[in-house]
């Protein structure tokens, strides 16, 4: 077995048993599921006390308009805004004090809430929405042209746009814009997080090594070159594990929590919730009704995935292996973790940079700025997946993964040569000017 073979199962395996990767690994997926069940439990409760909204209408044409509802009650009054100010400050007697100056047709600025702390955003959005159908309804009205309002409404159209794409064969599949962004901006994600994290534990790793002076001991049966090679190995190789085994095991406890929840529900409660969504669908063609289903199916088949997850990994691991032979560069050049944060900031400024030209990318997959990311190695593997399900021309490809693995056997030629010289010094200083030195050597 080859000495980096050696040191890979050594990473890994020393990596693998610590208590930490085994709780990380299996509690990550619960608590990820715990907080999704959280946030959707959090979202059914209701607020049950109702609000009071306090209405001063100068101009007394609103008080049929604005209609109380489950959360918020309003109240009229004569009372002027500073009476009923200094009157809320002694008792909190209502939420927020809408005034309303003059008619809302003359001056659309007329309407000002009020309140001793910021108005929520539902508040606002049901005011203005109830205002502004009045308003729109009395300015129909003052055109006297019989059933306006009854054309208008049927004049309205809510386009369904389909996109279809035809590949070289002539056949044609029907596409999802959405789905394509979303599947992109996921995977770009993923990618992001995997560098960040584990490329940070090559850095951490051989910083730690360093300073127990255990890498002396290694060194003398070892080269610095394939000690590197090994240690950046042997971590992607535990971030691959960890990450399919959440993948696995948050799979397994969806499908546990919805076959458990699918058994506790008696058939009474089924028969309800069957009644309840007929009733909603009632009036709906059959085709309409399974319309959503077909078209999400349709566009799943007109993504090509076997090029998709193929391509993810060839990015996840290039981008990693640039990114992490940079990280043991800076870690073996230094004597503590702290003096690591000064080296690695230039790093973390090209990736942050590719999560920010990956969502800009996502608004037009073939423009200059998405073009040349994802030629850019640093900033390839995040921008490149998120043009992937936009069908990127194959030479496009070639070429970023071309440049990839080049900058990645250079950035690695350098990084093994600032290794080389920096894992045996101590108790110097080291500067950009130093490193430069070292790659002359």
Request: aromatic fraction near 12%; glycine fraction near 6%.
């Amino acid at each position: 077995m080859s000495k980096i073979s050696l040191i890979i199962q050594r990473e890994y395996s020393t990596r693998v048993m610590k208590k930490s990767f085994i709780l990380l690994t299996f509690l990550t997926p619960i608590l990820l599921v715990g907080m999704i069940a959280l946030i959707v439990f959090l979202g059914t409760i209701k607020d049950d006390k109702i609000k009071n909204i306090v209405v001063v209408d100068k101009s007394g044409l609103y008080k049929d308009v604005l209609r109380n509802n489950e959360s918020y009650n309003f109240q009229f009054s004569d009372a002027t805004v500073d009476e009923l100010k200094k009157q809320n400050s002694e008792n909190s007697d209502f939420a927020a004090l809408l005034f309303i100056s003059k008619d809302l047709r003359i001056d659309s600025t007329a309407a000002v809430m009020y309140s001793d702390k910021q108005v929520n955003l539902e508040l606002k959005s049901y005011v203005s929405g109830l205002l502004n159908k009045h308003i729109e309804e009395q300015k129909l009205a003052a055109y006297n042209i019989p059933n306006l309002k009854e054309m208008v409404e049927k004049s309205n159209s809510d386009i369904e746009l389909k996109t279809i794409k035809w590949g070289e064969d002539g056949n044609e599949k029907e596409a999802s814009a959405e789905l394509a962004l979303m599947i992109g901006m996921l995977t770009a994600f993923i990618i992001y997080m995997f560098i960040v994290i584990y490329g940070a534990q090559v850095m951490t790793g051989v910083v730690q090594e360093k300073t127990n002076r255990i890498v002396e001991v290694m060194i003398s049966s070892v080269k610095p070159f394939e000690l590197m090679m090994g240690k950046i190995i042997g971590i992607a190789l535990v971030g691959l594990t960890q990450f399919m085994m959440w993948v696995l095991l948050t799979g397994a406890i969806l499908f546990g929590l919805s076959t458990t929840f699918a058994k506790d529900l008696d058939m009474e409660k089924m028969k309800e919730i069957q009644e309840l969504s007929q009733k909603g669908m009632q009036g709906m063609p059959t085709a309409e009704m399974n319309g959503e289903i077909a078209d999400f199916m349709t566009a799943i088949n007109g993504l090509d995935f076997v090029q998709i997850i193929s391509l993810f990994i060839v990015y996840f691991l290039g981008g990693y292996l640039l990114y992490a032979s940079l990280f043991a560069a800076i870690g073996s050049a230094v004597d503590n973790e702290t003096d690591t944060q000064q080296f690695s900031m230039p790093i973390m400024l090209p990736i942050i940079f590719a999560i920010y030209a990956g969502i800009f990318s996502a608004e037009n997959p073939d423009g200059p700025l998405a073009f040349w990311c994802s030629m850019i190695p640093f900033t390839s593997p995040i921008v490149m997946m998120v043009r992937l399900p936009f069908d990127v021309p194959f030479w496009q490809i070639a070429l970023s993964i071309s440049i990839l693995v080049l900058s990645f056997i250079g950035t690695t030629w350098m990084a093994g040569k600032i290794y080389r010289t920096g894992i045996l010094m101590y108790g110097k200083k080291t500067t950009w000017k130093e490193m430069w030195k070292w790659l002359r050597y």
